[in-house]
């Protein structure tokens, strides 16, 4: 799925404000990811609609 990385890209990680940069953006991504269930959660035990749940994941 998905290309290795290549040999030298471990040294990235020694930088440290890239290594930020990449632990912000992941965690970021995951509390996105986190937040579109929850709103998800929230129209469908609002709405009781399973068609309602799909606009909002639509949108």
Known sequence: ???PLPAGSA???RHRPY???FLARG???FSRQIAAV???WQVY???S???DLGIVGLM
């Open 45 to 47: 035990a609002l709405t």
């Open 11 to 13: 040294i990235l990680f």
């Open 38 to 40: 929850a709103v998800g």
């Open 27 to 29: 965690f970021s991504e």
């Open 19 to 21: 290594l930020f940069y």
């Open 1 to 3: 799925m998905f290309a």
């Open 49 to 51: 609609s399973a068609f």
